[in-house]
C-alpha cells in the first residue's frame, strides 16, 4: 500500500471517529436545552461552512485534521443575549454538564460496539488456535507444548481463535498468572498445559507477545513450488515459472518453501544456482535475490510466492460468527474488556511496570489503518472499533484539557456543592497541557524510534 493510500485510511478514520465523538457531545447538549454555536472537524482555517437548523448551527469542516470540537453558548467565552441565558452551557446544573461533557467518549464506546456488533454477526474469518512447535526455553516448551494441539481453553475459558488465544495470553502475560490451557491433540486427546508466566517480562509487551511465550500460529509444511511470480521480478527475469518445483539451491536439497526462503534471504545480493523440475523435466538457472532492507537488516528476495494447498489451509480457518442477541453481548464484552485493558496498561506504564514503548503516536496509527485497509473492510472495521475504544479511553483520563479533566471538575462540585476556583481551573489546564504534551512526545518519539528500526 502506497504512502496515498495510508493517509487516505488514516484521515477516514479519523474522521469517521472525531464525527461520533463530537456528535456524541453535540446530540447531549441539544437535549440538554444547550445552543451550539459550532460543530468542527478539525482546527485553524475553515475550508469549508454552512449554517443549518433551528439556531442555524454553524458546521465547519477546517484545514487542520487532527481532532474537533463543538463550541457552545457559554457566557465565559462572550456576551450572552438576555433571553438566551436559559441555553447557555454554563448556566445548566452540573449534572447536565457532567452528562454532555462524557457523551464524547461514550459515544466512542457505542461507535466500538455496534462496529464488533456488525462484524460478529457478519462473521469473521479467523486461524483456528492450532500451534507449532514452540521454540526451546520458552515458557510453552516447557510447559510441553506439541505441534497441531489445538487450544481449547485457557483457565477454563473457552477460545475459538487464535486471536482470542493472543488476547487472553496479553492479558495473563501483564498479570504474570499462571495460566492452565486445555488443548486437544492430533488423536483428539484432550490434555492440560500449566505455562508459568510469573517471570514474564512486561517490557517486552510491545512485541509479539505469542512468540515470546514461545506459541506460534501452526502451519502445515508448504513445499517448495512457485505459485505466483510477481511481474518484473528477480524470479521472472531469471525464467522461473508458475508451477516449478524446487529441488536444490546451490546443490543443498530444498525440502520445503520455508527452507528456500530462508536461503534466499540469507543471499541478498549474492548468486544462486536453482535446481527445478518442470513438466517432469529437471533444470539449472541462476539469479541473484534483491536486496532489500526489513527490521534494520539486509535480507535478499526473488519476487515468488508458494502454491498453497487451500484444503489443508481451509482447515487451519474458520469464520466465526454469532446471533443477533449474541452478537451484541460479545461486542460489548469486547468493548468493556479492551477499555478496561487499556487502562491497566495506561496505570501500569505510571508506575514503571510497563514500558512507555507500548505508546503509539499519529504515524503509527496511520500505519495500521494502512495495514488494516490493504486486509480489507473486515480489518478496517475492526481497527476503527479499537481505535474508538483508544479515543474513548484516553478523553475520560483526568486530565484538565480532555473530557475527563472537566469530569473531575464537576465531580468535586457535586461533593463541594460549588464549582472550581477559576484559578484552579487555570493552575489544571497548564498542568493539564504539560502533561499531554509529554505524552505527545513519548508518542512521536516512539513512532520514529519504530519507523528507524522498522
Partial sequence: ????????????ALGALVIVHEYGHYLVARLCGVKVLRFSIGFGLPLWKKRFG????????????????VKMLDEREGEVAPQELDRAFNRQSVWRRFAVVIA????????????YWLLFMHGVQEARPVVALPQPGTPAAGAGFEPGETIRAINGEPVTSWQEV?????????????????????NKQLNWRALDLSSFDAEQLDGDTLALIGLKLYRPEIKPVIGRIVSGSVAEQAGLQTGDLILSANGKPIFSWDALVELVRNHPGRELWLTYERGGERGELALVPQTVLQDGSTVGRIGAAAKLDQQAMDE?????RYGVASALAKAVEKTWDTSVFSVRMLGRMLIGQVSWKN???????????????QLGL???LSFLALISI???VLNLLPIPLLDGGHLMYYTIEIFKGSPVSDRMMEIGQKLGLTLLLVLMAFAFYNDINRLISG
Fill in 54 to 69: 433551528r439556531d442555524q448551527t454553524e458546521w465547519v469542516v477546517a484545514a487542520v485534521p487532527l481532532g474537533g470540537y
Fill in 390 to 392: 483508544s479515543l474513548g
Fill in 378 to 380: 473486515v480489518s478496517y
Fill in 1 to 12: 500500500m502506497n504512502l496515498l493510500q495510508t493517509i487516505a485510511a488514516f484521515m477516514i
Fill in 316 to 320: 487451519l480457518v474458520g469464520v466465526v
Fill in 359 to 373: 505508546l503509539s503516536g499519529p504515524v503509527t496509527i496511520a500505519d495500521y489503518a494502512g495495514q488494516s485497509a
Fill in 104 to 115: 464524547g467518549p461514550l459515544a466512542n464506546f457505542l461507535f466500538a460496539i455496534l462496529l
Fill in 166 to 186: 493472543r488476547w487472553r495470553m496479553l492479558q495473563l502475560a501483564l498479570e504474570r498468572q499462571q495460566v492452565k490451557v486445555e488443548v486437544l491433540n492430533r
